[in-house]
């Protein structure tokens, strides 16, 4: 028996991502040039489709439901595809100017890479980038300073998160730094609210250890000094490991530190051709580092 297949409306997916992402019926129908009973009645119809409640029932604020979150997921990758499709059928010109924030608290060399190749193919997109800490960037995505931000978090899946990865942070020390069991462990972190510095002194704290800390700054660099200086230990994911460092092991006193997720942030409904490119760089460029790294680890 043949299987029947249920096709998904890219303008009801458009609607309900839109929705989400607005988190308004009204300001929906304006974006989409609808009107409010319209919006409703579209996602009434995609929910009787998929079969499944995508929406709660709150009339004070959009909730997703379970469903309806692991279909917003898909909705973004189906609509990114589909309008890259017709912006390059329509050999669509990229222009104007682009917000995009990378995370001073994560390696950003990585994506100024990806963003430099888009930009010298792209010369007549302006482009403006700002480097912050992760919350200040999704504070300011929130507002539509930003058309895009870069940014850990850890809360998945999260409104405008369009995709995220996992690293393993590991500790890292000079390589010829001792460790005193008998004394604090020198931490080196960013300031308080910074998630590589909670999943170290979580994991010290379930250990039992004392810690201190000895180096605090808001940039990576730096504590990448201080680490080479041997003024410490800290967490680093494996982009932003340098020559002159060594990592710790449980062995050593330091446990296994949980991951932390890295995602891209925007909003479908205001995101034009030169934004969806460049999300397609991204995208395509994060998921060959991740094919690599698990080839290696293989």
Not at 83 to 109: F, H, M
Not at 217 to 237: D, E, H, N, R
């Amino acid at each position: 028996m043949m299987r029947r297949f249920t096709n998904l409306q890219t303008d009801l997916l458009r609607t309900f991502v839109t929705v989400v992402d607005l988190r308004n019926f009204t300001e929906t129908g304006r974006a989409l040039g609808r009107t409010q009973p319209a919006i409703s009645l579209q996602i009434k119809r995609l929910e009787e489709v998929t079969g499944v409640k995508l929406l709660g029932d709150s009339r004070k604020k959009i909730e997703l439901t379970a469903d309806g979150q692991v279909l917003l997921e898909y909705a973004r990758e189906i609509l990114r595809l589909n309008d890259r499709a017709v912006a390059n059928l329509q050999r669509a010109k990229l222009l104007g100017t682009l917000s995009i924030g990378l995370p001073i608290d994560y390696s950003i060399e990585f994506f100024q890479k990806i963003i430099g190749e888009f930009s010298h193919a792209n010369p007549q997109v302006l482009l403006d980038i700002r480097c912050n800490r992760s919350r200040e960037l999704l504070a300011a995505l929130h507002v539509d300073d930003l058309d895009m931000a870069i940014c850990i978090t850890d809360v998945v899946p999260a409104p405008d998160l369009s995709f995220y990865w996992s690293e393993p942070p590991v500790w890292a020390c000079a390589a010829d730094y001792r460790v005193d069991p008998n004394t604090p462990v020198r931490i080196i972190a960013h300031p308080e609210g910074c998630f590589y510095r909670k999943r170290m002194t979580d994991a010290l704290n379930i250990e039992g250890r004392e810690w201190r800390v000895a180096f605090e700054s808001p940039g990576i660099s730096a504590l990448q000094k201080a680490v080479v200086a041997g003024m410490g230990v800290t967490a680093l994911t494996s982009k932003t490991l340098l020559p002159g460092m060594r990592i710790l092991s449980p062995i050593e006193g330091f446990p296994k530190l949980a991951n932390i997720h890295i995602g891209l942030f925007y909003k479908h409904i205001k995101m034009s051709d030169a934004a969806l490119k460049l999300i397609e760089q991204i995208t395509d460029g994060v998921s060959a580092f991740q094919s690599l790294t698990h080839a290696r680890a293989t």
